[in-house]
Every structure is written in C-alpha cells, then in structure tokens.
T-cell receptor
Framework: GQQVMQIPQYQHVQEGEDFTTYCNSS?????IQWYKQRPGGHPVFLIQ?????EVKKQKRLTFQFGEAKKNSSLHITATQTTDVGTYFC??????????FGTGTRLTIIP | NAGVTQTPKFQVLKTGQSMTLQCAQD?????MYWYRQDPGMGLRLIYY???????DKGEVPNGYNVSRLNKREFSLRLESAAPSQTSVYFC?????????FGPGTRLTVT
C-alpha cells in the first residue's frame, strides 16, 4: 500500500532559526495536505497542494509540492515558540483516503 | 458550533473489556473517520464512513467495529480490548478535503 515518510522525525532549533520538514511518498499523489498538532492537542489542517511544482505561502510558512508529485516540503522561516508541535503531511491518490506521514516534531530552544 | 466532539477524554480498560468511543460533529459533514495515533507511527485510519449508512475499513480495522448512527454521530467499539490497542484515538469529519479533528480519547489497556 501507499507509504508516506517524513524526515526528520525530530528537530530542535534555536528560536529565530529556520526549519524544514520533508515528505516522501512511495507513489504519485493526487494531492498533499499538511497538518499541525500542538503538544497534547489534535491535528489542525494547514493547507492542501494539488498541482505539480506548486508553492504556497502562509506568512512564515512555505509549502512546496514536487514536480513528480511524490514529495513535498514545509519550510518555516525565523521560528517562534508558537511553532512548537508536530507537523504531518498526508497524501492521497484519486479517491483513496488520506495516508498520513509519520510526522516531524519541532522543538524550539528559546 | 462545537465542531467535532469525542467522549470520553480518557479511559483505562482491562484486557478483554469492551467499550464504545463516541464521536459527533455539528458541521453537517458527510464523511467521518476514526484514526489511532501511536508514537512514531503518525495517524493510521481504522474505519471511515463516506456518508450516513455506509462504513468501510481503513488501514488497521482488526479488533474494532464502527456504527454510523446518523449523519452527526460515528462510534468506534472495542469488543475485547487488548494492550496493543493502547493509543490515542481521534475522530475526524470532512466535507470536501480538509479534515476536522476532535480532541481525542487517550485509551490505556492493561
């Protein structure tokens, strides 16, 4: 079945540094979504990408979908303490249900 | 507008006991989902319901049953709990593509 891997599993950064998490699928995806889960909380939808090579920005967050639609990345510029949490990608093919990645847990060192 | 609600928030079961996790949404969404979240494994789909009256297996359905009671409610039942079912369970709903998650149920089976 479809597998979605994320790296790194953990990332510790100094406040103000940049952060990137990468998502790789074993198969070509129709779309990819990103979610954020704060410690002790539930996943919250951030964005969906559907086009090959698509780039979307939300303030300090930049999301990319690869040309082959098999990988994606989330980049956070100048991290803040509010960015703490686990970031998940989730992909689907056609009418199949979402497959979530393993997540990247971001810790900020003040 | 409460979104997605789940009960209970915490539960401890002994091996072999049964219980039902309740989920309700007030957003008039057609699709509902049950996931489990284990450390390092991301979110794995247990069962989903594309519409009232239909249910389908996800990635890890063994040991679980579900009921889509009406459009609002989707329950998850453990008939005979096992320690391997210790996890955090999330219910989610969606209309188009974005999934809205409940606060989760933390279940421990001893």
């Amino acid at each position: 079945g479809q597998q979605v891997m994320q790296i790194p599993q953990y990332q510790h950064v100094q406040e103000g540094e940049d952060f990137t998490t990468y998502c790789n699928s074993s198969t070509t995806l129709s779309n990819i979504q990103w979610y954020k889960q704060r410690p002790g909380g539930h996943p919250v939808f951030l964005i969906q990408l559907v086009k090959s090579g698509e780039v979307k920005k939300q303030k300090r967050l930049t999301f990319q979908f690869g040309e082959a639609k098999k990988n994606s990345s989330l980049h956070i510029t100048a991290t803040q303490t509010t960015d703490v949490g686990t970031y998940f990608c989730a992909g689907s093919r056609g009418n199949e249900k979402l497959t979530f990645g393993t997540g990247t847990r971001l810790t900020i060192i003040p | 507008n409460a979104g997605v609600t789940q009960t209970p928030k915490f539960q401890v079961l002994k091996t072999g006991q049964s219980m039902t996790l309740q989920c309700a949404q007030d957003m008039n969404h057609n699709s509902m989902y049950w996931y489990r979240q284990d450390p390092g494994m991301g979110l794995r789909l247990i069962y989903y319901s594309a519409s009232e009256g239909t249910t389908d297996k996800g990635e890890v359905p063994n040991g679980y049953n579900v009921s889509r009671l009406n459009k609002r409610e989707f329950s998850l039942r453990l008939e005979s709990a096992a320690p391997s079912q210790t996890s955090v369970y999330f219910c989610a709903s969606s209309d188009r593509y974005e999934q809205y998650f409940g606060p989760g149920t933390r279940l421990t089976v001893t």
